[in-house]
């Protein structure tokens, strides 16, 4: 099976139906399919902050799905911790 990587700016997208990649990332999506997602707990915080200013609305959307992703079988969300932050810190550097 497949496995890809998600970062903040496909689940921005799939959130937000008024991003400029909203129909890319959910055709995508859909091709894509089955496939094993890999992604992280960083990347759910950016994408809380992205939509923390756009209302309830967004905010509740961003919420639902990360909730439905923490229970799906194929989404692996890798926790953050401080060898990861140290890690990803070296390798921005």
């Known amino acids: 099976m497949k496995t890809v990587f998600a970062d903040t ?18 055709q995508i999506t859909v091709q894509i399919m089955p ?8 990347i759910f915080a950016e994408l809380l902050n992205a939509f923390s200013r756009r209302g ?16 799906d079988s194929m989404i692996e969300v890798v926790p953050q ?4 932050f140290n890690e ?6």
């Open 35 to 42: 496939v094993r997602i890999i992604t992280t707990e960083l």
């Open 81 to 84: 911790t401080t060898q990861l």
């Open 88 to 93: 990803a810190l070296s390798l921005y550097g």
């Open 9 to 26: 700016g496909y689940w921005i997208a799939l959130v937000n139906p008024d991003d400029d990649l909203h129909s890319r990332a959910t």
């Open 56 to 71: 309830s609305q967004f905010r509740q959307a961003a919420v639902s799905l990360i909730d439905s992703l923490l229970k």
